[in-house]
């Protein structure tokens, strides 16, 4: 007798069957759109080289460089196999074993699907492994039996050493770390009894994991910045002065001592956390925040900045907490902006064509940055890309491999995706891996940061595989964007022009689209700078805002300008007004004419772009963590003199600037 199903039994089944289709529709739905970017990325590779297209996916659709390799070698070995494909509901993870497997492997996995197998990823790794394993002798197999033993044994061997090392390294740490509080002296002296005697008996472990070290602080500096076998030798080095006894009072713990630029760049609590993962029970991890970053900016990292213009960048790096060791500058005019702002900034005139980077290697420089010319590849202009004189993108490149920084950050134009640039933009890119660095592209809308101007940029980030495994872009904050008539109202009304009030009302009532998205209140269009007028569609987009972008003004508008005009009066920005819109600080002042003063404006990367990526190469490269809605809430940041002055001065590289540097000091010893 068959037994009647349970209410609860049939709806099971039934959720059961809803789910098994729904998940099959999704499954279809799925290799549909993975056979669609196939078939897009193959037009795309009719008109360019397979290595081109592989860099216009991955930078101008911001796919995985990887995954592009796939979908690229997918057009062509897969082509002609789609329907298949289809009706086995490919994923993602086969495709990309099916594309990039060797010729026989492949065939052999298609066949096996046509004759009705379901195959994964596995099997076909398992069908290449079978396809190898028959070429093979019955010695030769052997023998790889024998070596993957034997490795499988020195692995466990390695593996149980490390950890062992791992914890003792981390309680040589935890001791040095609490030596640095005050303690009571019996404590201090068994503490580096400790110390000294756990370091002693780690250093035997250290040498047979990772062989001979460097035996001086010279030749460790020597090697790549950032690199594995750095961070190795400044870990072995701090184990061999913590097992002698030198850490501590005149030794400031750290491995240098002469300054505190060197003493916080060998700390010997991060020369020993390059080895363990066990942290340090003191405020090691603690975020900081809004309320402490002006006045603790420290440990300072350095940072040697290309094409630094006005100094946007750099007044949102110093925020961040980074000392600069060069601003590389070819304008006079820019360059003398930077002089006046700071004078103890140690600027280098000059082009960076010219200049030889090599000698910072041995300092040590925590980030590189540039703003490197975007009129190459701007969507208004010629788009000559990597033809064009004032292309520096390479030179970029070569600053990077011959300073080798532990993180680099260059900022441009969106049109530097466009795939009329694929293969130049391609040949950065690689030269940038080539040099030892993961590369990621993010890009960032500066009215998310509270800049009131439409202003899209990219930025190319780079540092170790380690340390882009911890970048994280810096969070969006939509909440902080604001109006172009909030921003100028005050510096608008200034000369008694009665229209102040309603030109900045409109703006702050307009319904603009941005993105998809409606906002209430007009933000500014690109503020850019150029020699010669301004263009038609540049024009227009600014008198829809109520101004006339074709001069820069000496002034605030006057009632008189006003009246002269009529109803069709739009007022002229000034060069402060320019200099708000792209979030430069009122007490900022711009050397040269109005034309020099405009296009250092234009050209500046807005300072809250410069402190928020600032903050996340900080927290990549230190673990910190930071409250960035605090740090980047406009007009949160405290005046940067407060701080600035307590910098510790680091000498240029270049010898001229050491000479100007004596001499600013005996002009102004607060220098």
């Not at 329907?83 to 298609?110: C, H, Q």
């Not at 503490?191 to 990772?210: C, H, N, Q, S, Y």
């Not at 940029?457 to 909030?486: H, Q, Y």
């Amino acid at each position: 007798m068959k037994r009647l199903r349970s209410p609860e039994d049939l709806l099971k089944h039934e959720t059961v069957a809803k789910a098994r289709e729904a998940i099959r529709k999704l499954q279809e739905q799925i290799a549909d759109k993975l056979l669609k970017i196939t078939a897009q990325v193959e037009a795309v590779g009719e008109h360019l080289t397979p290595r081109e297209t592989v860099h216009f996916v991955h930078a101008a659709c911001e796919l995985d460089l990887a995954d592009a390799v796939v979908f690229v070698k997918a057009s062509t070995r897969l082509k002609g196999r789609e329907d298949l494909l289809r009706e086995k509901r490919v994923s993602f993870s086969l495709l990309r074993s099916l594309a990039t497997t060797d010729d026989e492997t492949r065939f052999e996995s298609l066949a096996r699907m046509e004759a009705g197998a379901t195959l994964g990823s596995k099997d076909v790794a398992a069908i290449r492994t079978e396809f190898r394993r028959q070429k093979m002798s019955f010695s030769e197999m052997q023998s790889k039996i024998g070596m993957r033993h034997a490795k499988s044994a020195a692995t466990r061997r390695v593996s149980e050493s490390l950890k062992l090392m791992d914890r003792q390294v981390g309680e040589v740490l935890t001791k040095v770390d609490l030596l640095q509080s005050r303690l009571a002296d019996d404590v201090r002296v068994q503490l580096m009894a400790d110390a000294r005697a756990l370091a002693t008996e780690v250093l035997p472990r250290f040498a047979e994991l990772w062989g001979p070290q460097p035996s001086s602080l010279e030749e460790v500096l020597a090697l790549q910045n950032g690199s594995n076998e750095r961070s190795v030798a400044l870990a072995h080095l701090a184990l061999v002065r913590v097992a002698a006894g030198e850490f501590g009072g005149i030794h400031g713990f750290a491995l240098d001592n002469t300054n505190e630029f060197t003493r916080v760049h060998t700390a010997l609590i991060d020369c020993l956390q390059n080895v363990t993962s066990a942290k340090p029970p003191l405020d090691f991890d603690t975020p900081v925040s809004r309320k402490n970053l002006a006045s603790v900016p420290r440990p300072l990292l350095s940072v040697v900045e290309l094409c630094a213009g006005a100094g946007g960048l750099a007044i949102g790096l110093e925020r961040a907490g980074y000392h600069p060791l060069a601003l590389v500058e070819f304008d006079k005019n820019a360059a003398a902006t930077l002089r006046k702002n700071r004078p103890f900034w140690p600027v280098v005139e000059a082009d960076m064509r010219t200049v030889d980077f090599k000698p910072y290697r041995s300092e040590g420089v925590d980030l590189l940055v540039g703003g490197l010319p975007c009129q190459p590849y701007s969507i208004e202009g010629q788009g000559l890309g990597g033809d064009d004189p004032r292309d520096l993108l390479m030179e970029g490149a070569r600053a990077v491999d011959e300073m080798r920084p532990r993180a680099f950050a260059f900022e441009n134009v969106f049109g530097l995706l466009n795939a009329r640039h694929a293969a130049h933009l391609g040949d950065f890119m690689k030269k940038l891996r080539k040099s030892g660095y993961a590369v990621q592209i993010i890009r960032m809308q500066a009215e998310d940061y509270g800049v009131p101007q439409e202003r899209t940029r990219i930025l190319i980030v780079g540092m170790s595989r380690s340390a882009m495994g911890a970048f994280r872009a810096p969070p969006k904050l939509p909440e902080w964007r604001t109006n172009m008539g909030d921003a100028l109202i005050d510096l608008m009304s200034e000369n008694g022009w009665a229209g102040a009030p309603a030109w900045a009302e409109a703006l702050r009532t307009q319904i603009v689209e941005r993105n998809g998205v409606l906002h209430r209140g007009a933000t500014a269009s690109t503020v850019v700078g150029r020699k010669g007028g301004s263009r038609d569609k540049e024009k227009a987009r600014w008198a829809a805002k109520g101004i006339d972008i074709r001069n820069v003004a000496d002034a605030a508008p006057t009632q008189e300008e006003a009246d002269a005009a009529g109803a069709d009066f739009l007022p002229s920005l000034t060069i402060r007004m320019r200099a708000r819109l792209q979030a430069f600080p009122d007490y900022w002042s711009f050397v040269g004419g109005k034309d020099s003063a405009a296009r250092q404006v234009g050209n500046a990367v807005p300072p809250p772009i410069g402190l928020a990526i600032g903050l996340a190469v900080r927290s990549a490269l230190t673990g910190a963590a930071f409250d960035y809605a605090t740090l980047l809430r406009p007009g949160a940041v405290h005046p940067p003199e407060e701080s600035a002055r307590e910098l510790t001065w680091a000498p240029s590289l270049v010898p001229d600037l050491d000479a100007e540097d004596a001499r600013r000091r005996q002009m102004d010893p607060a220098v």
